[in-house]
């Protein structure tokens, strides 16, 4: 164990941090050519201003203590790391840790994040909270913070996933949330995305725009990692005391890229543990049917922030295809561009078979009901164990619960519930 | 001087303020988007902006995101939008086109590339919604290496900093934004814009053209008399989007359509 203490753990917030390679972003932004500010000038003034004040919020320890607090008493941290044993079985080969996201509070990893930024839009004095969700799950969460916080919150969400999520939309409208309906565009996350975007540039001067993943202009990709990088944190240490090492290999999924940050962060500096960030492969990549712009596209300008992007040959921004909504996304944070581009991150695909088989296997094998999107990620863990050996460690992020998708599956099934 | 610049001189030194029409390139087909043009300097546009259409139009309103979607349904590429730049050049040798748009198509295409044919096809100059100044080097060296102008956007919430390097950035003119939000808008504090622009003389010599949310003769008007001129999208865009692609239409119903930059520009003409 002592020999991992001499690598200072990233995101561990101790003041002295060795200034390396995985130390960004630049003052712009920037992870190597990825990131930055590309938003219309509106906006400009906005982004900085939240810049300046979570970079002074960050360096207060009295604010991560709040946050910590928070963590522990509502969303009810540290989540466990599970050992599931009937899918190693399954599986054959190294040993399935699940990391339980979707025991907190609201079902995901989602609620992480919203913590973090409404203590940030408290701070500000902004009384109107908007977020964009795909799967729900993230306006869940922004739902759920603005309602103990007694903030007034929009949802923007495209009406395509409004069909498929209907249950986590009439939770946010539970929690007294005003669910907009994109009409525009693919009418997915995307969308909804360049809408919150419009709302914001509006209504700039009583908002706060809570995105929901690693994406967005600076400081969102680097605030968003920071707040997701408890799950990291907490598996590292989680995975010293139960085995007295670090994992072989750590998986998550990839939307927009706010779990997987997450959980790789604190392990970016410990070369020994690989790491594999799971695309959503859709009908297969082969069909261009997905949602995987690392594994299948060209990097660009969305969304505030120079990425990895699924675009056509004239820069066209392509509709994306996943069973899962929260996958659904065309873009993905720039971190995530440069470490891919680096190597440091391995970047592959589940197709929405692959998902929808190690969703049943790990409802019926482990009894717990896995997001869509977090399937994603035990679909490729499973195919890697294969390939290990029994005392090697895999680290999986179930990101979340799998309660909103059932509707998604029992049609799938023909079954009407 | 750019032709840009010698426009809005030879305006000023008549006393007059500037009309600038946006309108999106290949909205709603490609073949009409050249007569509209001509339609448009003939009904008193003193510069064009040519939108370039893009599938995430986050800073547009829902009338130029129709616009946008319409012209994409038409195939709108770059390339068809330099052919249309050269089609109008053939019988208007003055009139300034300034292309405005989104940077992924640019980026995808190489800003270089990208900026020769632009000037190849006889366009004027550049305004990316989406680059500000922080992030703009690459794509400014490659424009005035082919002697195009920089257009940036000033906002209301512009602080000092940022207006420093816009000017420092901003040939031709400088786009005000009138209001907070996107295009389409209403603008609702005159006062304020007033006082800005105030401001903005005491830092800049560049002319200001002020947009967003001016959509008929009075609003016009009331922009123009403060600064150097309007620029018009919202409210042209929306009548375009009742032509139909394929159909033809004469000059006559062309210029019927974009009426209302006629009538802005009998306005402010009398200011
Ligand atoms: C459970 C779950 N996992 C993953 C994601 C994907 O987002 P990200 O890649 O930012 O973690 C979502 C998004 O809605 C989600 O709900």
């Known amino acids: 164990m002592s020999e991992y203490k001499r690598v200072n753990e990233l995101g561990s917030r101790e003041a002295e941090q060795p200034n390396d390679e995985f130390s960004g972003p630049d003052v712009h932004g920037h ?29 207060d320890p009295a604010f991560w203590a ?47 994040n919203t913590i973090g930024q409404a203590l940030l839009a408290k701070f500000m004095g902004k009384p109107r909270i908007i977020a964009e969700t795909g799967a729900g799950q993230h306006g869940v969460a922004s739902a759920t913070i603005a309602a103990r916080l007694g903030l007034e919150c929009h949802v923007y969400m495209g009406a395509e996933d409004i069909k498929r999520q209907s249950a986590n939309v009439y939770r946010m409208k539970l929690l007294g949330a005003n669910v907009i309906s994109v009409e525009s565009g693919s009418r997915t996350l995307k969308d909804a995305l360049n809408e919150a975007l419009r709302d914001w540039a509006t209504n700039v001067d009583n908002t706060y725009y809570i995105i929901g993943t690693v994406a967005g202009p600076s400081p969102y990709p680097r605030m968003v990692r920071d707040f997701q990088s408890v799950i990291g944190r907490e598996a590292r240490a989680q995975s010293l005391e139960q ?19 997450g959980l790789f962060y604190p392990f970016l500096r410990d070369t020994e543990v690989a790491m594999y960030g799971v ?20 990097p660009g300008v969305l969304h505030g922030n120079r990425t990895y992007l699924m675009s056509d040959e004239a820069g066209q921004i392509l509709e994306t295809h996943s069973v899962s909504a929260g996958l659904d996304y065309p873009g993905v944070g720039p971190e995530h561009s440069w470490l891919k581009d680096i190597g440091r991150v391995h970047y592959v695909d589940a197709t929405d078979t692959e998902a929808l088989t190690a969703f049943r296997d790990c409802t019926r094998m482990e009894g ?23 005392d090697q460690i895999i680290i999986v992020n179930l990101s979340g619960r799998g309660d909103k998708d059932i509707h998604t599956v029992a049609e799938i099934d023909g079954i009407k519930i | 001087m750019s032709r840009i610049s010698e426009t809005i001189a030879s305006k000023q030194a008549q006393g007059k303020k500037v009309l600038i029409p946006y309108i999106v390139a290949g909205d709603p087909g490609l073949e009409l988007t050249v007569p509209l043009m001509h339609a448009l300097v003939a009904s008193g546009a003193d510069i064009i902006e040519l939108g370039m259409p893009f599938s995430d139009p986050s ?29 109008f050049r053939q019988q208007d040798k003055d009139t300034p086109i300034l292309l405005m748009g989104y940077l992924n198509p640019i980026e995808t295409m190489g800003y270089e590339a990208f900026a020769s044919e632009v000037s190849a096809s006889g366009a004027d100059g550049l305004l990316i919604v989406d680059l500000p100044t922080v992030e703009c080097e690459e794509f400014f060296a490659a424009a005035h290496g082919h002697d195009l102008d920089t257009v940036f956007l000033v906002a209301p919430t512009t602080n000092e900093n940022r207006l420093e390097s816009i000017c ?36 800049t010599e560049l002319p200001i053209i002020v947009g967003f949310g001016i959509k008929d003769a009075a609003s016009a008007l009331g922009m123009a008399a403060i600064s150097d001129g309007v620029i018009v999208g919202s409210a042209l865009v929306d ?28 306005a402010i003409d009398a200011l």
């Open chain 1, 243 to 261: 085995f007295g090492r670090l994992p072989d290999a750590l998986v998550a999924c990839v939307g927009g890229g706010s779990n997987a940050i």
């Open chain 1, 368 to 390: 717990i009901i896995p997001a869509l999107e977090s399937s994603h990620a035990i679909a490729y863990a499973g195919k890697l164990a294969a390939t290990m050996s029994p």
């Open chain 2, 239 to 266: 009548k375009i989007g009742h032509l139909q692609a394929g159909k033809s239409y004469s000059n006559a119903q062309l210029v019927a359509t974009v009426g209302v930059i006629g009538e802005i520009r009998s």
């Open chain 2, 59 to 87: 800073s547009d309103g829902p009338v130029i995101q129709l616009g946008a979607e319409r012209a994409l349904r038409a195939g709108t590429t770059l390339k068809h939008i330099f052919a249309m730049v050269r089609e």
């Open chain 1, 66 to 112: 709040e946050f910590d607090h928070d963590l522990k008493h509502y969303v009810g941290r540290p989540s466990p790391l599970y050992f599931a044993e009937r899918l190693t079985k399954h599986y054959g080969g190294a040993k399935i840790m699940l990391k339980r996201e979707d025991l907190n509070h609201t079902g995901a990893h989602k609620i992480n």
């Open chain 1, 31 to 59: 992870f190597g050519r990825y990131g930055g500010v590309f938003v219309g000038e509106t906006l400009i003034a906005a982004v900085e201003e939240l810049d300046q004040v979570y970079t002074r919020m960050a360096a």
């Open chain 1, 279 to 298: 695309e959503a492969g859709g009908d297969g990549i082969e069909t261009g049917r997905h949602a995987a712009p690392l594994s299948a596209g060209r």
């Open chain 2, 168 to 203: 420092k950035h901003s040939t031709g003119y400088l786009y005000y934004v009138s209001l907070k939000g996107v295009t389409g808008a209403a603008i609702s504090d005159h006062g304020e814009i007033r006082a800005k622009i105030a401001h903005l003389r005491t830092v």
